[in-house]
């Protein structure tokens, strides 16, 4: 197993004779790209990695293989870094990732690797790996180099976490602000913001001992220690940190031997003055199943969640990250993405990707028609759908009325306009054809519905009040 390879300590060391037949290669290579599905998404996953081979490990390279130069350039300058990162934290020896196109098959159909020149690497990205190679840290997952606070948009649904996060890069340890507890829903930046925190702990000439790792990482880790009857070490090296940053908690729910010495790790450290940073997906009193000691300590620093993205941040997300990219994305596309996606960030990011990708491969400017060509299943799997009977629910609530009088055959002036608007919205925000709609309002004829369109349609020209009250019904109804 791989567990029992682990040298804990030392700087880890290549395995000799680890190939492609290895199982601890292939359990590997399969939990990375589990991992990087997990962190794109099935559609980005299978747009741009399903075809990825791996095809030797050659000393402290891993040799990863895909069909075309399109694909091997973009994964390189999307996924590269990422690539690397998960290989190395793997710690089976692998330093560097070449992906390479495969070549055509040889006469007697065996493939033969070819190499292929490494493009230079940027300087920063040298930095990064010489950052992440503190062998002090040799235990811990290195860092994506794109997670720093630079990268980090601010808006009013994560601004207290920054502000915490960034006060505790440039103050560790101080009272109030340990532990620091960031939670919040899937892909809307804690990951991101630990990482920023921990490279700038890291900065050259600090010297510090900063160590980020996973909770599943921090487990394994135990559990490997345990088995090679190495858990003193394990333990001194946790607490020979400066600052101790375990990510994704809820995964510790369960594990309670785990848990137990994440507790002790944990207070050995505070009453040492060392600051510890932990994210999860919910608040310490929501994470049921941890033990109470251990909640009730989490809580004592300061706890600060990252809200689900609102309409603005998405935006500013977007244009920055399409001016990162360099390409120019129309405000029109990034408004229709922003309205469509809303789910987290990484989707978000993901299909912003697949535009640019897309506009790069065939030379063409990105438009509100090519993002909706290319975007189409993701869109499609985001279209919210809204259905008849809850746009009758809502007008009926708006409107004070009955939702039976959606259906009923009342003509009073005030049961007639609110029906009028539910099956204005209807047709706005539904696919249903006008008969259809007919029949979800008491089986009247589609004459009426088209009626009812006009009629409300007129009046919002008229009056401006009115037509309020129709675009707030819905926007309550979009979102
Ligand atoms: P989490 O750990 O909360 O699931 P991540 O930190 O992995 O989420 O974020 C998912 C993706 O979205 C990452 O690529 C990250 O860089 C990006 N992201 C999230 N929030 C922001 C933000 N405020 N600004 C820029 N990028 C962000
Ligand atoms: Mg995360």
Redesign the pocket.
């Known amino acids: 197993m791989l567990m029992q390879q682990e040298d804990l300590g030392s700087t880890s060391p290549a395995l000799s004779g680890t190939g492609l037949d290895s199982p601890d290669v292939t359990e590997a290579w399969a939990r990375i790209r589990g991992r990087l599905r997990e962190?794109i998404g099935e559609i980005e996953y299978r747009t741009w990695m399903r075809q990825m081979t791996l095809a030797a490990i050659e000393g402290e390279e891993a040799v990863v293989q895909v069909p075309s130069r399109f694909l091997r350039d973009w994964l390189r300058s999307q996924y590269g870094d990422r690539l690397r990162a998960l290989w190395q934290a793997e710690n089976l020896g692998v330093r560097r990732v070449d992906i390479r196109v495969a070549p055509a098959p040889a006469p007697d159909g065996e493939a033969v690797p070819r190499a292929v020149p490494e493009a230079a690497r940027p300087a920063e990205a040298r930095a990064a790996d010489a950052r992440n190679a503190d062998p002090r840290n040799d235990w811990a997952a290195p860092l994506?180099p794109?997670?720093t606070f630079d990268?980090?948009?601010?808006?009013k649904p994560?601004e207290f976490a920054?502000a915490c996060a960034r006060r505790v890069a440039e103050k560790p340890a101080s009272p109030g602000f340990n532990p620091l507890f960031l939670y919040?829903?899937?892909?809307?930046?804690?990951?991101?913001?630990?990482?920023s925190i921990a490279w700038a702990l890291r900065e050259p000439g600090l010297d510090r001992s900063v160590a980020y790792m996973s909770a599943e990482k921090f487990m394994y880790r135990f559990i490997a220690a345990l088995r090679s009857q190495s858990t003193m070490e394990f333990k001194e090296s946790l607490r020979s940190v400066d600052v101790l940053m375990i990510?994704?908690l809820q995964f510790l729910i369960g594990k309670d031997n785990t848990q137990e010495e994440f507790f002790h790790t944990f207070n050995a450290l505070v009453d040492a003055g060392k600051q510890i940073v932990v994210?999860a997906?919910k608040s310490p009193s929501d994470l049921s199943g941890l033990e109470d000691r251990l909640r009730t300590r989490l809580g004592c620093g300061m706890v600060a969640d990252?809200h689900a993205?609102t309409y603005e941040?998405r935006i500013?997300?977007l244009e920055?990250?399409a001016q990162a990219a360099g390409i120019p994305v129309p405000a029109r596309v990034l408004e229709y993405l922003a309205h469509k996606i809303t789910s987290?960030?990484?989707e978000?990011?993901g299909a912003l990707n697949r535009l640019i990708a897309h506009s790069g491969l065939f030379g063409r400017p990105v438009t509100l028609e090519s993002c909706q060509e290319v975007l189409h299943d993701i869109l499609r799997a985001h279209d919210r759908r809204v259905t008849i009977e809850e746009i009758q629910k809502r007008v009926a609530e708006h409107y004070n009325m009955r939702l039976a009088d959606m259906s009923s055959a009342r003509r009073a002036r005030n049961v007639a306009r609110p029906r009028q608007v539910a099956m204005y919205l209807a047709k706005q925000l539904t696919s249903r054809s006008l008969p259809e709609i007919g029949r979800k309002f008491g089986n009247r004829d589609h004459t009426t519905v088209m009626h009812a369109v006009a009629k409300v349609q007129e009046l919002m020209q008229q009056d401006a009040g009115f037509a309020e009250d129709v675009e707030l019904l819905r926007r309550m109804l979009e979102t």
């Open positions: 962190e994506d794109r997670f990268s980090f948009v601010v808006g994560n920054y919040g829903g899937v892909g809307l930046g804690k990951t991101h913001l630990m990482h990510d994704d994210s997906d990252i993205t941040l500013s997300i920055a990250k987290n960030v990484r978000l990011e």
